[in-house]
């Protein structure tokens, strides 16, 4: 079976190189702004253009003076940018319902597609250098990257903050994960905010909260940002040092969801789970019994990538994933007898005694527990 698969590489470029890099990253910006503009007028005059009335509008500029430079630049890299502010600007309008915002030299990451012939030798030079199929770049230094798969799909340019340079990959490969144990092993997972994941077994994972380690910094460089003049060279200086402090979060965060998504989905054949809706989870979190703190805490526990890692993970593993409904009052019944208790919609609660049966439970266990059985019986119908 084939899946598609992502890498990047960071580049090591030299002077000249990076002077290149800019050139393309301002073209991009150029391009796609008079793109946008273009768009925006049809759009207003309720006009959709095609594909193709796009690229002829750009090659009848190109047969302008005042737009000769683009002539200069590989070709198919334009209609490739130009192709990529169509698509966006269109999805822009299908799911906020306007158009895209114009882009800035100054924005903190900037993606250029490159334009690749399919096949990954074209790239691999050797352990320590990447082959870069832009006019200028060309051979780049690289630290240790290997991709021995063919069929590359998509290629892009990513640079960040201005420093720093990455070639992201999308591939088509086989898989060759290992297919699921004979043992059949199962586990049920209950997602939260205060303990982001509770097991069936008993096992628990606290919520890192990787956002309040950095909060004092963000709000000290916030502080400082207010004092200098909008648009300035040290207003931009204090915003970029702002945007790597969340990205660091950002980096620290989805390497932990990866390493526990993996353990997992190697530990496990069937894996149960709640198919929680964040989005509605968020919007009610300013009634919710915990305070509106409760907000910052989904948005730092970050239920939403867990589950998207963990349902391409199995798949790529071989593994089954069963997603049980939201409805099931998982953490309302007792497992051993079936009783539901009504006190405890209350989620401060989180020990409790069945009236029935007399056993005692941990909330979040029992509702791991109870999710689990669940699934299983589904599976068995």
Same mark, same amino acid.
């Given at each position: 079976m084939k899946i598609i698969k992502g890498a990047k590489v960071r580049l090591y470029l030299t002077n000249h190189q990076i002077k290149v890099a800019c050139f393309y990253k301002r073209m991009k910006v150029y391009l796609t702004n008079l793109i946008y503009r273009y768009l925006r007028g049809r759009y207003r005059c309720q006009n959709k253009p095609s594909k193709k009335e796009t690229c002829d509008f750009i090659r009848r500029l190109m047969k302008m003076r005042r737009f000769r430079i683009l002539v200069k630049i590989q070709q198919n890299l334009i209609f490739l940018v130009v192709l990529n502010a169509y698509d966006q600007f269109y999805h822009s309008i299908d799911y906020a319902n306007e158009p895209?915002?114009?882009? +800035?030299?100054?924005?903190?990451?900037?993606?250029?597609?490159?334009?690749? +012939?399919?096949?990954?030798?074209?790239?691999?030079?050797?352990?320590?250098?990447?082959?870069?199929?832009?006019?200028?770049?060309?051979?780049?230094?690289?630290?240790?990257?290997?991709?021995?798969?063919?069929?590359?799909?998509?290629?892009?340019?990513?640079?960040?903050?201005?420093?720093?340079?990455?070639?992201?990959?999308?591939?088509?490969?086989?898989?060759?994960?290992?297919?699921?144990?004979?043992?059949?092993?199962?586990i049920g997972i209950d997602a939260g905010i205060h303990n982001l994941l509770t097991f069936s077994n008993g096992r628990k994972i606290r919520n890192p909260k990787f956002s309040l380690k950095y909060k004092s910094k963000i709000s000290t460089l916030q502080r400082l940002l207010l004092k200098k003049e909008k648009g300035s060279n040290n207003y931009q200086k204090i915003k970029r040092k702002i945007a790597v402090l969340y990205q660091r979060i950002h980096n620290k965060r989805i390497d932990f969801l990866h390493q526990i998504t993996k353990r997992i989905v190697r530990n496990y054949d069937y894996i149960f789970v709640e198919a929680l809706d964040i989005r509605s989870l968020r919007k009610t979190g300013k009634n919710h019994p915990f305070g509106k703190g409760c907000m910052r805490s989904y948005d730092d526990a970050c239920l939403s990538e867990f589950y998207r890692q963990l349902e391409y993970k199995a798949v790529v593993y071989q593994k089954r994933l069963v997603k049980v409904s939201t409805y099931y009052p998982s953490s309302q019944v007792c497992n051993r007898c079936g009783y539901k208790n009504p006190l405890l919609k209350n989620p401060r609660i989180k020990k409790w005694e069945c009236p029935k049966c007399k056993s005692k439970h941990d909330r979040d266990i029992n509702a791991a527990i109870n999710i689990m059985n669940f699934g299983l019986k589904s599976i068995n119908k």
């Open positions: 895209p915002i114009f882009l +800035d030299n100054r924005q903190n990451k900037i993606t250029i597609p490159v334009p690749v +012939d399919h096949n990954s030798n074209t790239f691999l030079k050797d352990i320590d250098h990447i082959w870069v199929p832009l006019d200028g770049i060309g051979k780049a230094k690289v630290k240790g990257f290997k991709m021995l798969e063919l069929n590359i799909l998509r290629c892009t340019l990513v640079i960040q903050y201005g420093k720093q340079y990455y070639l992201s990959f999308a591939y088509e490969a086989e898989n060759r994960k290992t297919k699921p144990l004979a043992l059949h092993k199962r």
